[in-house]
């Protein structure tokens, strides 16, 4: 049987969804990168080695150097990948909440096409990595944070339109006497609100909802998202995993005609990187050059020159 692989290669996680001829989830993988997306897809990767692979599909923060190294037949953004793979498990779907672990998103769907979208990309306030570290601070794993503030019998207000304010005002509710389930439950009231106000500024945000990203994981954020929309919010089964999935219906409408030699084992091969500065111009590009084995690939040049080395 031939397999569809999906990779949704981000700076938290490397998550990999496995589709079948039929579109039915084979496989999926979920993997932290500690900061090395190649060595995370590698593993993944590896891990996968027994299906035979047809196509593949790479979406994430790091798309674009996972999709040179593997060699995939198709490379997209992650807007496309996650509403696909939405309105794959929800056809009727008008809004898409995913927060992941270093930016949040909000994707507006009308009779399954995307009319409107935005991202926050530049503060981490809302998103995986800062609730990583608050749970780092607390003591408290973050898979547990959800039902702390489930528990929580009522909530303190915590500032959350930045990551240093928010963390600042939890330091003073702690020396206040404050529980941390109702701190928690304060932190996601907040960062809610940070969601809504900034991300989801001006959408019109209609149900059903579908919520997604490794943030779904925490129940006191979708009781807190809900309460604020006043409508109730569905979280997917596969909800970690459907950039990857949406990747990986991609790439079975991809075309098969992919020329180039596979690349879906890494782990065999001598991967290294760096960064220069081409000053040929007056841009000044910062390239990455990515070397695998003898061959070099180039990402960063905005006139074409570096892309005839790719690999």
Not at 105 to 132: E, H, P, Q, W, Y
């Amino acid at each position: 049987m031939a397999y569809f692989l999906g990779i949704d290669s981000g700076s938290v996680s490397a998550n990999f969804a496995l589709l079948d001829e039929q579109e039915n989830l084979v496989d999926s993988i979920y993997l932290r990168t500690n900061g090395d997306p190649i060595g995370a897809v590698s593993e993944g990767l590896k891990s996968l080695e027994k299906y035979s692979i047809e196509r593949l599909g790479v979406t994430g923060s790091a798309r674009e150097l996972i999709g040179l190294l593997t060699n995939a037949d198709i490379v997209k953004n992650e807007i496309t990948a996650h509403a696909l793979a939405s309105a794959k498990v929800m056809p009727e779907v008008k809004t898409v909440i995913e927060i992941g672990g270093q930016d949040s998103k909000i994707i507006i769907i009308r009779n399954g096409v995307v009319v409107d979208f935005a991202m926050n990309t530049v503060c981490a306030a809302g998103t995986g990595s800062f609730l990583d570290h608050q749970a780092e601070r607390l003591k408290i794993p973050v898979e547990d944070f959800g039902s702390y503030a489930l528990r929580a019998k009522s909530e303190v207000r915590i500032a959350g339109r930045c990551t240093v304010f928010a963390e600042s005002d939890m330091i003073h509710k702690q020396a206040s006497g404050a529980s941390k389930e109702e701190i928690i439950k304060g932190l996601c009231r907040s960062l809610t609100r940070n969601y809504i106000s900034n991300v989801a500024k001006g959408k019109e945000i209609l149900s059903p909802i579908v919520f997604q990203g490794g943030v779904a994981a925490n129940l006191g954020m979708k009781k807190a998202l809900e309460e604020e929309l006043g409508c109730e919010i569905t979280i997917p089964k596969n909800f970690k995993v459907m950039g990857a999935i949406g990747a990986a219906l991609l790439s079975k409408e991809s075309s098969p005609d992919k020329k180039g030699e596979r690349r879906f084992l890494l782990h065999d091969r001598n991967v290294s990187s760096r960064a220069f500065e081409c000053n040929d111009c007056s841009n000044a590009c910062e390239v990455a050059e990515l070397k695998v084995d003898s061959s070099s690939a180039y990402l960063g040049g905005r006139c074409g020159k570096w892309e005839d080395g790719n690999i």
